[in-house]
């Protein structure tokens, strides 16, 4: 997998993703519709010339033809942290077993060698076992909770917090493999950020 910048030519895929409701179960943000999802991929297209740069939304890619397979959203705090979220995944990929590790280990990547940063953090809802178990495992450390963070599926939901540290990153980074997810749309060249 790769993380690269978003294009106006990956609406139809990404209208798809961020439409899907199993996909986003767990955002607090609720699914989108086309226009919607038209209208946030526009604005990561803005914010991708914007400088300073704040925001980076990137699209989560196959390393050999590009398709795009998901998105993150990492927001930057001062010069050395950011907030990690939006971290979503097309419907069909969300059962690869390692598909969400590596992109969780790209991200970091990203973050630590790309931007430099010294640390990062991100929530997962209290009932997302997957993610819990993820972070964990990839060796962020459990922060906190935010409580009644959002209101989906008729109730309020609380939200754990993690973080990880550069030199966490630097002592447990593993190069993730490369691995291919089902073709499921035509491929497109676009800029590669981090592979």
């Known amino acids: 997998m790769v993380l690269r910048e978003l294009t106006p030519a990956d609406l139809d895929r990404a209208a798809e993703i961020w439409g899907d409701p199993d996909a986003t179960r767990y ?11 038209a209208e946030a991929l526009g604005h990561a297209v803005r914010s991708a010339a914007s400088s300073p740069r704040r925001t980076y939304h990137l699209g989560i890619a196959q390393h050999d033809d590009n398709t ?10 001062g010069k050395s942290s950011a907030y990690v979220h939006s ?16 992109a969780a280990q790209l ?19 209290e009932d997302n076992t997957r993610a819990r178990r993820l972070y964990l495992t990839l060796g962020m450390q459990e922060q906190g909770l935010f409580r009644e963070v959002d209101f989906k599926e008729g109730r309020w939901h609380n939200h754990l917090i993690f973080d990880w ?7 447990r980074r593993k190069p993730p493999p ?11 060249a676009n800029e590669v950020l981090y592979s």
């Open 165 to 171: 540290l550069a030199p966490h990153w630097e002592h």
């Open 178 to 188: 490369q691995r291919r997810v089902p073709d499921l749309v035509t491929p497109r």
């Open 87 to 102: 971290f979503v995944l097309h419907p069909r990929a969300r059962n690869l077993a390692l598909a969400g590790a590596d």
């Open 68 to 77: 795009l397979i998901g998105s993150v959203a990492v927001n930057l705090e």
């Open 107 to 125: 991200t970091a990547a990203f973050c630590f060698e790309q931007l430099g940063l010294h640390r990062f953090w991100c929530m997962c809802r």
């Open 27 to 37: 955002l607090t943000a609720d699914p989108m519709d086309r226009q919607r999802a």
